[in-house]
């Protein structure tokens, strides 16, 4: 079936220093891959999104990055600071009829003022 | 404009008990997920409805887990009964459907933390 694997699990940063986070997927029809942020406790929320018909998108010191040949996907974060620190999680959503979500795991990142 | 509205946000059942969980998604979004995430790992979709017809229900455990959204707005998930592994965070999300186009972003509920001893 459909699958996300992300990279790495856990991911521990200087604040300051950038932080990366890899994806891959397996559903080459899927054309839409958002990106959450869990702080402990708490609800996920969209950070950034990417679209198939899109390589790369900015947000300030968010970016990410899209290889749909490769089926890959990154996020970027810049300038990292500690409030950054928390679960980020990738998703593949895949058409039609309403965009069934896939999620990966997640990555822990600590970012260490 | 509110947000996703579950509850309750706690449960503490015991093994072959039953539960249920309510959703009340953002006001005109038609699209209404119920996703459950087991500690350390990322939300799993159970089911997906459309207004009031189902989506998707291919991960939802059919011999325990149940759901429903009879009027196309509030969502009702229901286990019965409770296994040692239902343990985990319920979260309710919606996302907008307008004139005919989705919209991909899922606005997620506060989630309700279940607890099977």
């Known amino acids: 079936g459909e699958n996300v694997e992300q990279h790495p699990s856990t991911l521990s940063v200087q604040e300051g220093d950038s932080a990366v986070i890899k994806c891959t997927y397996s559903?080459?029809?899927?054309?839409?891959f958002p990106w959450y942020k869990q702080e402990l406790g708490k609800r996920p929320q969209l950070i950034i999104d990417i679209r198939s018909n899109v390589g790369e998108k900015k947000d300030q010191r968010i970016a990410v990055t899209l290889n749909k040949t490769a089926k890959h996907f990154s996020l970027h974060i810049t300038e990292t600071q500690p409030e950054d620190s928390a679960v980020y999680f990738c998703a593949a959503s895949n058409p039609p009829g309403g965009f069934k979500t896939i999620f990966g795991a997640g990555t822990r990142l600590f970012v260490k003022a | 404009e509110a947000g996703v509205a579950q509850s309750p946000r706690y449960k503490i059942i015991e093994k072959r008990q039953s539960v249920a969980f309510w959703c009340n998604p953002i006001s005109g979004h038609a699209t209404l997920y119920w996703y459950q995430q087991i500690l350390g790992q990322g939300p799993k979709l159970l089911i997906q409805?459309?207004?009031?017809?189902?989506?998707?229900d291919s991960q939802l455990p059919k011999d325990r887990f149940s759901a429903e959204r009879l009027k196309g707005v509030d969502s009702t998930l229901k286990i019965q009964p409770a296994k040692l592994e239902d343990s985990a965070v319920y979260l309710c999300a919606s996302s907008l459907v307008a004139g005919g186009k989705y919209y991909n972003e899922q606005f997620f509920g506060p989630g309700t933390r279940l607890t099977v001893l």
């Open positions: 409805f459309q207004n009031n017809g189902v989506v998707d």
């Open positions: 559903d080459s029809a899927s054309n839409y």
